[in-house]
């Protein structure tokens, strides 16, 4: 059977009100740029409600350099949905030029409200491991941890810089666990945020 399209304004969306995503100025410009001069390249994602699951800043942005038209198409999710631009071939200009700003504009445009992730994912019951979001922020450290201070070098190495010299793992563990982790450790508790493995292991 075949899929239900429907035509609609982009007033009959809702923007989610909890996205986590809070937009970059810089990403939100390319992207206006972009649907102004070469046209919409990429869906976006919405619910069974109209609720946008995933497109907020391009709607936004379209909304305010006028766009108004969009093409809605039913799925359960169970295949892709491709958008075809019958006006462009890749290999042209402009079809080079859409292929390199979707993929600039879309990483531009990320700027992750970690406050708002831990509260979805605390709220929804979501697995930050199994989705990788287990990574430590600096604003987000566990709350034992809070009050340690780190040196810049540290910082930036537990923020994944420095990558000549060192390679890292992060420890992922719960709040009853600590006493078992300081033991296998042979430290009195966790007290840092970096441990340099010679030090836990008294290597001269």
Known sequence: MKNKVTEG???DLHFDNKNANKHTQKG???VEKSLSKLGAGRS???????NIIAGNGVIETAGQIGMENIRIVETTGDEIVAVKRTDIDINSKKGREL???????AKESIDLDFDAINDLVTEYDISPVEWE???MEWDNLPSELDNVNMTPEELELLNGKNNLEYNRIIIVYKNESSKYLCDKLGIEKL???IYDIDE?????
């Open 9 to 11: 304004k982009i007033t």
């Open 28 to 30: 939100l410009r390319l």
């Open 44 to 50: 976006i994602l919405i619910d069974k409600n109209n």
């Open 99 to 105: 292929a390199i700003i979707d993929n600039h504009s």
């Open 133 to 135: 979001l287990e990574k």
């Open 191 to 193: 007290n840092k945020i």
């Open 200 to 204: 836990l292991f008294n290597k001269e």
